[in-house]
């Protein structure tokens, strides 16, 4: 039998968010050579956490690091759905098996962390931060501007784009990409709060959404988004008054926290999508937002990517030409996450865009209904089975060890 594809050969992943990492990660344990690229100095945390569903999880505990990960996290097993303060439904997360019964709310520094440990430990991996790519063209050739002005190339088999929303690999290559600013803005924060059961989750009223979660240390962290209307006016024109009205209303339980909010621990980002017609082209490979960015509603940007990054190293040790791995990755991931991104869409339309009262009682009642197969939904985004992924992901490791 041939070798994989990359077996001792060289790939570049431009981008250190979590997609990046645990792609770098994965290909150092099928015996590539990888350098990782990161445009800013050092991993970012502030303002900003994530939650890891079941199939973001098993990719991370199938390399080993559910251990890591526990530290300075919350498992969350249940959360609210409240529209306009009345508990709506309280979802309740199906047990997938291998341990995949909650979603992990942790920082995303914390999570940079954990993988760039384990990227420290396994070796293989030459971690350039404060590095930013500036070209690449399709037969895998990287013009990079290094710190102090220092510029050079790389030659790579592979270039993985794992380098967000506004991609310098997407760019350089024929993707055919469509980028699209939504009319949303999301603030996002972490507070010295101890969110009680009735403010864990999500919130829904004529102002906008939040969203609301410990993540351990006594933190919470907390997410606005509105696509109108006064929350808003406020976050864009950085309006601390109005900010903590309305932030609490959307969540008594933090008006004393929000008392205390400012504007310069909080980060505050447009909503933009991304949608490609095509995920390769050539040596060029795309994964997470430089693909599909998606609003955030569903919370299934980084779940998304840790997927894309382990369907993506799975074809690469399996399949024989680099060609065929890519074909495979892409038949695997490309609808699915679509599906997701379309959903994560009209979550975002219905959630934020009902500013009329007569709108809104027929928007309550309907979602009243859905929300009691709240169960079926869950497993529907989680896009592949989670114990098949850790499976898969495990397995992986296991045969690069032996």
């Not at 199906?94 to 396994?122: K, Q, Y």
């Not at 999508?273 to 995920?279: A, F, G, I, M, P």
Request: aromatic share 4%; net charge positive.
């Amino acid at each position: 039998m041939n070798a994989p594809p990359l077996l001792g050969r060289r790939v570049a992943v431009v981008g250190g968010g979590i997609g990046g990492l645990t792609a770098a990660l994965l290909l150092a344990r099928i015996g590539a050579g990888v350098t990782l690229i990161e445009r800013h100095p050092a991993p970012a945390d502030a303002g900003t956490a994530l939650g890891l569903y079941p199939h973001g999880l098993a990719v991370l505990h199938g390399l080993g690091l559910a251990e890591a990960l526990g530290k300075m996290s919350f498992q969350l097993r249940s959360a609210v759905l409240a529209i306009d303060g009345r508990v709506v439904t309280n979802i309740s997360l199906p047990d997938f098996g291998e341990g995949l019964d909650h979603i992990l709310v942790l920082t995303r520094g914390r999570l940079s962390r954990v993988l760039l440990d384990a990227i420290g430990s396994n070796g293989g991996v030459d971690v350039r931060y404060g590095h930013r790519v500036v070209g690449a063209t399709r037969d895998g050739h990287l013009d990079v501007h290094g710190p102090g002005g220092v510029t050079y190339e790389l030659q790579a088999d592979l270039v993985i784009g794992a380098d967000g929303v506004h991609s310098c690999v997407r760019a350089s290559g024929q993707f055919n990409a469509r980028l699209v600013q939504t009319k949303s803005v999301t603030m996002r924060v972490l507070l010295p709060w101890q969110p009680s059961c009735a403010s864990i989750g999500e919130h829904w009223s004529r102002y906008g959404v939040a969203v609301a979660a410990p993540v351990g240390g006594g933190m919470a962290y907390v997410a606005f988004g509105a696509s109108r209307g006064r929350l808003k006016a406020a976050v864009e024109q950085r309006d601390l008054v109005v900010l903590r009205e309305v932030g609490a209303a959307l969540l008594p339980d933090a008006g004393e926290a929000l008392a205390r909010i400012n504007f310069d621990d909080t980060v505050v980002t447009p909503v933009e999508t991304v949608r490609c017609r095509r995920w390769t082209d050539g040596r060029l490979v795309l994964l997470g937002d430089a693909a599909h960015a998606m609003t955030p509603n569903l919370g299934q940007g980084a779940n998304s990517a840790l997927l894309d990054a382990a369907a993506l190293v799975l074809a690469l040790s399996s399949e024989q030409s680099l060609a065929t791995a890519l074909r495979a990755y892409v038949a695997r991931r490309r609808r699915a996450v679509g599906w997701i991104q379309r959903g994560s869409s009209l979550h975002c339309f219905v959630s934020e865009s009902c500013t009329l009262s007569g709108l809104r009682q027929v928007r309550n009642a309907v979602v009243g209904q859905v929300a009691k197969f709240n169960r079926s939904f869950l497993r529907a985004i989680e896009q592949d089975d989670p114990a098949w992924v850790y499976g898969a992901v495990r397995g992986l490791v296991a045969t690069s060890r032996a």
